[in-house]
């Protein structure tokens, strides 16, 4: 099946899971073609360097290899795959940008912080969005550029949903003062 | 703020869809990871059948003798008569029982001798025409 296959990520979680050699590896393609570009905006998100983002992104469909028979016991999706996705997603690009040594001496939970540094023409958006808090802009960008609810946001960082919520709200109140993005926001 | 509310709460539709644009502005497309991933996938799923197969080897000879074993009981308990029943029939005391049987009975009748009844003869008929085969006609 192709891009266009219209079965389910659990209808293919399922086969992954108890179908034969071929079934599992087609339907296990499929599930790789519909989520790697998340998977890799999510890399790019931590680091700049195309090379850590697609090692990030080997290491990501890895680790959801391993979770289907013979190795893993076999997955159970209780939310969306991109839910489960994410912050495998971001470990891993954190590994690897570990083990690139470029962040060298470099405490692992301000390592675990680290946003992408905007290009030098960002565009107004993508500056004020570099400027909120780290956890507030990851709220912020799984809500309205990947479209995750906020309980799927709350399973993905694995955080409170209360926390998820004012995180959300703390983050819109600071763009809608950014005085670089007044003309966007409207009167 | 209650949850839909929350949920509500959203950025104008030209700062989404300007967040969207950037977020995608740099496809990454790279034939030598795909190709590494879903071979690595091919390679893992591949294991798959000879585990099953182990699996199966494991449990063959087992599940195969349980279910003679079972498939032996149903056999009898269905086709072959008790072996009382058959002790019984066997009037003549011949070690089979036949339609000899049934004459012997017959007889013992006419001479009421053990008290045997048309009935009992004419269900001894029937059973020895039910019994015709080689495998249950003999005693045990």
């Known amino acids: 099946m192709g891009p266009t296959d219209r079965r389910s990520d659990e209808d293919l979680v399922a086969i992954c899971n108890v179908g034969d050699a071929h079934e599992a590896a087609r339907a296990f393609a499929t599930l790789y073609r519909r989520h790697r570009d998340f998977v890799l905006r999510v890399a790019r998100r931590f680091t700049r360097d195309r090379e850590l983002a697609l090692d990030a992104l080997q290491e990501t469909f890895t680790y959801l290899l391993r979770k289907f028979p013979p190795v893993g016991e076999g997955l159970t999706l209780t939310a969306r795959l991109p839910t489960l996705l994410y912050p495998v997603a971001k470990s891993s690009t954190i590994d690897a940008m570990r083990k690139a040594r470029r962040y060298v001496g470099v405490d692992d939970e301000v390592l675990a912080e680290l946003p992408a540094e905007p290009a030098a023409e960002a565009e107004p958006i993508d500056a004020a969005l570099a400027a909120l808090s780290p956890e507030r802009r990851e709220v912020l960008t799984l809500r309205f550029v990947d479209d995750l609810s906020l309980a799927e946001i709350a399973v993905a960082l694995d955080v409170p949903l209360g926390t998820v919520k004012s995180r959300l709200h703390l983050g819109l109140k600071e763009l809608r003062d950014d005085s670089r993005i007044k003309g966007l926001l409207g009167p | ?140």
């Open chain 2, 1 to 140: 703020m209650d949850d839909r509310d929350q949920e509500l709460e959203t950025l104008p539709p030209a700062l989404v869809s300007r967040l969207k644009a950037s977020d995608r502005a740099q496809p990454i497309v790279d034939p030598r990871t795909d190709r590494a991933v879903l071979d690595a996938a091919r390679a893992y799923f591949e294991q798959r059948p000879a585990a099953v197969a182990l699996r199966r080897r494991r449990f063959a000879m087992p599940l195969g003798a349980a279910a003679a074993v079972l498939l032996a009981v149903l056999v009898v308990r269905s086709f072959g008569p008790e072996p009382a029943v058959l002790a019984r029939d066997d009037v003549d005391g011949s070690g089979r029982v036949d339609i000899l049987d049934a004459f012997a009975l017959a007889r013992a009748a006419r001479d009421d001798a053990s008290g045997a009844t048309a009935a009992r003869i004419e269900e001894l008929g029937y059973r020895v025409v039910a019994l015709d085969t080689p495998r249950t006609r003999s005693l045990p």
